[in-house]
């Protein structure tokens, strides 16, 4: 589990921007935050630092304890990083405004993750981190659109999985206009996504892959 930010670090990442997240400090508070994922250095000249996902949760939340390490989306509970949900949790995590709140920053780090990454600044196809990261980077992009997950007891509501197809994973919603739902969903997001049947249950499904170009 990463350390905790000091206060001199807090006030760095207070004073970023709050749309792009870009920091200004000195190179060994810069280079703290980049140990601690809480902020990247960008590759292409002038080289600025901006906030990680997990370094806007900080900004967003001062009362903050710990911050996770990596490259991860900010973290939901003093538990671990952020979820989103892929259907079917048990117990599933609670709703209401500050899940709403939690899922759309993570979802606005993560286009600011992918426009600081791709070298041609674009937000509309994934980067990197979803490619490692499939089951989360679709399943963020469906709760973050406002489809509903399935609950621990089935029924409807999507359930995405990983599949043994590389750089694919699976989308299961019993109803049909959920499921084509779904599908438009993960497109606009930057997925190819094809529909398919089961061959032995007959039922319909998604696969998603992160769209290249």
């Not at 921007?17 to 935050?33: F, I, M, N, Y």
């Not at 399935?150 to 989308?171: F, H, I, K, L, S």
């Not at 299961?172 to 930057?190: I, S, V």
């Amino acid at each position: 589990m990463a350390l905790s930010p000091t206060a001199a670090q807090r006030r760095v990442i207070a004073a970023a921007d709050p749309v792009t997240g870009r920091l200004k400090g000195t190179e060994a508070q810069l280079a703290a935050l980049v140990k601690r994922g809480l902020a990247f250095r960008h590759p292409r000249p002038p080289h600025d630092h901006f906030l990680t996902p997990a370094g806007h949760r900080i900004r967003e939340d001062p009362a903050r304890e710990e911050a996770p390490s990596g490259d991860e989306p900010p973290s939901s509970d003093a538990g671990g990083v952020f979820a989103a949900r892929v259907g079917g949790e048990d117990p599933a995590p609670a709703g209401g405004p500050a899940r709403l709140r939690e899922v759309l920053s993570a979802w606005q780090g993560l286009l600011e993750l992918r426009r600081m990454t791709h070298s041609d600044g674009a937000t509309d196809r994934p980067c990197g981190w979803e490619r490692t990261h499939l089951v989360p980077a679709a399943a963020l992009a469906l709760e973050a659109a406002g489809c509903r997950p399935a609950g621990p007891d089935g029924g409807d509501g999507y359930r995405v999985r990983a599949t043994p197809q590389p750089e694919a994973v699976a989308v299961y919603e019993p109803d049909g206009t959920a499921l084509r739902a779904c599908a438009a969903t993960l497109e606009r997001a930057g997925w190819q996504v094809g529909e398919h049947t089961e061959p032995r249950t007959r039922a319909r499904y998604l696969l998603a892959s992160p769209r290249k170009v």
